[in-house]
């Protein structure tokens, strides 16, 4: 149970970070939560003044997938402590981008690190689409399909990042997608089995991760860069940038001298698909394709408004 709530406890604050005020949590969850702290109450675990009242928690709908997920039986947690990696100096041998990016690649691949977070049968991730891109998108960290095929965003919210792609007249494989980190973070497991949920990496992960990001940024040289979510906007722009996405998304920044747009993550959307969430993202991508001098229809600038 306390791996369960390590876990809540790092998707609480990829959530705060993202701009969501309250969470659902499922009766099930708390009649869970109550037998602990009863079974630790009773061990003496706890200990609580005799004035301070028992805290009522008040029950709601069920929880989001992910948070659902963690507090299943026997779900995994985040790391506690930082780990002591020190991030690796990427330095490219002479020749083409798509030399460059091969010997790149296989640098991450081999990257001893990145390989001893791997599962059996599960890959590095490194990013993918045109060396030659004007515009690159950052997301997360990879998550199961993505640790299977070893490519970023091809599970459901890489679909919709690509029907966002095709909505600005690009195709995906006219941009460059890549992720602050190469593996997806672990949670512990049953021997033998797959690993259930996600969660955001730590600061420790995605300051080893940095450097192949930013080698790639040197490599395709974007005009334009796009951070996807709470998680790659703190990987580009500092974890102690800001305290909730809202003050940085729709704004431009700068990585590097190169213009950063950050919006929401596809999954903002997925968890509730409504026309204002979708619009939220689209005015994003649409300050992108102005700036990029992407032609706009009248069709395009009125996507997604609430008639």
């Excluded at 604050?13 to 009649?31: F, I, M, N, Q, Y």
């Excluded at 005799?50 to 929880?63: E, G, I």
């Excluded at 969660?199 to 796009?226: D, I, K, W």
């Excluded at 920044?253 to 698909?273: A, C, K, N, Q, W």
Aim: hydrophobic content about 40%; charged content about 20%.
């Amino acid at each position: 149970m306390r791996a369960s709530l390590q876990a809540i406890t790092e998707e609480l604050r990829r959530l705060k970070l993202a701009g969501v005020t309250s969470v659902p949590v499922a009766d099930e969850t708390l009649e869970r939560l109550r037998r602990v702290v009863g079974r630790r109450a009773a061990a003496g675990a706890v200990e609580r003044p005799a004035a301070a009242p028992a805290p009522v928690v008040a029950p709601a709908t069920p929880a989001p997938e992910r948070i659902r997920e963690a507090t299943r039986s026997g779900s995994p947690a985040a790391p506690s402590a930082a780990p002591s990696w020190t991030p690796p100096a990427v330095h490219l041998p002479p020749g083409s981008k798509a030399e460059r990016w091969a010997a790149l690649k296989a640098m991450v691949e081999g990257d001893p690190v990145c390989r001893s977070h791997l599962r059996p049968g599960k890959r590095v991730v490194v990013g993918v689409g045109s060396l030659d891109s004007a515009l690159m998108f950052v997301g997360e960290a990879p998550g199961a399909e993505e640790e299977i095929q070893g490519e970023p965003f091809v599970g459901p919210a890489g679909q919709l990042l690509t029907r966002m792609i095709v909505a600005m007249g690009v195709a995906r494989e006219e941009v460059y997608i890549g992720n602050i980190m190469n593996w997806r973070p672990g949670l512990p497991t049953a021997e033998g089995g797959e690993q259930v949920g996600n969660r955001p990496p730590t600061a420790g992960e995605m300051a080893y991760c940095l450097p192949f990001l930013r080698a790639q940024v040197e490599v395709v040289a974007p005009r334009f860069l796009v951070a996807l979510g709470a998680t790659a906007a703190q990987g580009l722009l500092g974890a102690g940038a800001f305290k909730t996405l809202g003050e940085v998304r729709g704004r431009w920044h700068d990585f590097g001298g190169i213009p950063l747009m950050v919006t929401y993550h596809p999954s903002y959307i997925l968890r509730e698909p409504t026309p204002r969430r979708k619009r939220l993202i689209w005015e994003d991508l649409l300050q992108v394709m102005e700036r990029a001098g992407l032609p706009i229809s009248e069709r395009q600038r009125g996507y997604f408004l609430e008639r």
